[in-house]
């Protein structure tokens, strides 16, 4: 919910109560959505780096513009801009809380329905969160979320839907639109999830999932070393007896 790609305002535009600079005509067939976000907060810790006694303060800014161009139910192109800035020191923060500029997104998704399925793919820089939290996230406590690049397979049926990836590391600089591929980390996987229960309205799901990361420069305890992981499991979860 936190990826402003995911928005879709088609259905919106077509009963005529699309909100202002969402789904705009732009010619016969095109839609442009835009999308934007301010994040100001300050953060403080107490007994910073296990000190009694020792505390740190720090503003944190985020600014985010997004522009979601439709040409057709079949075509769009996403992307996305982001810059991030904190008041202390900023000569030692990293590249996603202190960033002049960065291309924080820009890919394209062709789909297309094949029966009762909708097949899909996107391919370019991209957010990908889909999956546990505690093993996939944005990392949304940073100015910048992070994001990868490589494509993304996907489809849709009314009861199942089916994906795969196959991602790269975006490695952030800090200067303007300064970023890199990271080649060598990797993001690879399949997941899929489906409705066990019966009926309309709330469900239930069934998620099962398997990643591959790869790191060769993993950082921990003040060691680094080669990353290598694969996980496989499922996530059961959902609502019964309730709207």
Known sequence: MVSRWAEDWSCMAAAGRVPVLKAMPMGEAAQLTVSSEIRLRHAVTDNAELRRGHESGQTQLRAVLGGDLRFNPYVRVFGEMGTGHVDGHQDSATANFQNEASLQQLFVDLRASAGPMLVGTM????????????????????????????????????????????????GLGRGGFDEKINHAEKLQGLNASFIVSKGEGPNTYLEPFWIHTENPVFRVAGKSGVDDRNTVGARLWGRLGCR
């Open 123 to 170: 391919i370019g820089r991209q957010e990908f969160s889909d999956g546990p939290r505690q093993l996939i996230s944005l990392s949304d406590g940073p100015n910048l979320h992070r994001t990868w690049n490589g494509v993304r397979l996907y489809a849709h049926h009314a009861r199942y839907r089916l994906g795969a990836f196959d991602l790269r590391a975006t």
